[in-house]
């Protein structure tokens, strides 16, 4: 399975992005998918999710500012970030976990960067 993320760049605080990841391959009906996003120094946070039962948790620093959704037969999964603030700057990074098998598979795009500055 291959993860392209997009959507990434330079906004000031107060802009918007989305971001698109689009899922390709051998990939599986049952599946979960979420943004995650690293800052030099920091651990990796989630951001937002889709559950393997289509549940969407977001992480607590959202603060209804971002918004996830996923078009299902095109496998793609989308990132509305509005009122972006400088915390925000990271590098944001697809993720995937198919369910297949009595198994869990794991993948990881490549990352989009967003940098909020003025």
């Known amino acids: 399975v291959q993860l392209q993320a997009s959507g990434g760049g330079s906004v000031q605080p107060g802009g918007s992005l989305r971001l698109s990841c689009a899922a390709s391959g051998s990939i599986f009906s049952v599946n979960a998918m979420a943004w995650f996003r690293q800052a030099p120094g920091t651990q990796r946070e989630m951001v937002a999710e889709?559950?393997?039962?289509?549940?969407?948790n977001y992480g607590n620093f959202v603060k209804g500012r971002f918004s996830v959704s996923r078009d299902g037969p095109k496998n793609t999964l989308y990132l509305q970030m509005n009122d972006l603030k400088p915390e925000d700057t990271a590098m944001y990074y697809c993720y995937r976990k198919d369910y297949a098998f009595g198994a869990e598979y794991e993948y990881w795009g490549q990352g989009t960067l967003v940098t909020v500055s003025s």
């Open positions: 889709f559950t393997k039962w289509n549940r969407i």
